[in-house]
């Protein structure tokens, strides 16, 4: 059963577009929910969060929206850029929980076209 | 501050071996996890340690086992290896509820 959902398991956006990459999940108690990036045989890199008390949360070029009605939120990037292309986890808790708790989706692709 | 560090970062092995691996958490960061990514899966949880103990572990057979030391760098060890774990090792600690990962040990067995 998995509660964290990446339905896309890859996405190509043209150079300088926007880069939609979304993610449900099924626990109405998550209340944080994080974006990581990851290179081929690298960690996954933290991007950004949210908690659930938000929105919206934006950092540069990286938006995450969050529908708790809806459980779902997305990932917007803008300007899409080359360098963006990885493999996109999302992330799902509850506030002040183990990592054992800390549900991760099985992570989109993006491919970012010059 | 230096970020999670882990070693080594590849590494080959053959069937039946074991294996032990080395993390450094954040300074500062007390607790240590590990996961495994395998190609096409997400990231599963192996173990989590704190203060030397081990606090929760995911659904991996005994095989796979961990332990923590005074200073929070952790390793993992990795008994009679199966192909099955060849896979990406990651550590990781946690600040709040956000995770920072280390890059990596790339395990692949023989």
């Known amino acids: 059963d998995q509660q964290v959902k990446q339905n896309s398991p890859s996405l190509s956006v043209q150079e300088g577009r926007i880069s939609i990459l979304n993610c449900d999940y099924t626990?109405?108690?998550?209340?944080?929910f994080l974006w990581y990036k990851k290179y081929p045989a690298e960690g996954p890199t933290f991007l950004i969060s949210?908690?659930?008390?938000?929105d919206k949360n934006e950092d540069g070029r990286f938006t995450v929206f969050l529908n708790k009605s809806a459980k779902h939120l997305s990932l917007h990037i803008v300007p899409s850029q080359p360098g963006d292309s990885a493999v996109y986890f999302c992330a799902a808790s509850t506030t002040k929980t183990s990592y054992d708790k800390v549900i991760f989706g099985p992570g989109t692709s993006l491919s970012v076209i010059p | 501050k230096a970020g999670v560090t882990q070693t080594p970062r590849y590494l080959i092995k053959t069937r039946g071996q074991q294996v032990t691996l080395s993390c450094s958490p954040i300074?500062?960061?007390?607790?240590v996890s590990w996961y495994q990514q395998t190609p096409g899966q997400g990231l599963q949880f192996l173990f989590e340690?704190?203060?030397?103990?081990?606090?929760n572990k995911g659904n991996f057979p005994g095989r796979f086992s961990g332990r923590q030391f005074s200073n929070s760098r952790s390793e993992m060890n990795v008994s009679t290896l199966e192909l099955g774990d060849s896979a990406l090792y990651l550590c990781?600690?946690?600040?709040?509820?956000?995770?920072?990962f280390g890059e990596g040990s790339w395990l692949t067995v023989v």
């Open positions: 949210i908690s659930s008390i938000k």
């Open positions: 340690y704190f203060s030397e103990t081990q606090r």
């Open positions: 626990n109405s108690m998550f209340d944080y």
């Open positions: 990781a600690s946690k600040s709040g509820n956000t995770i920072y």
């Open positions: 300074s500062g960061h007390r607790s």
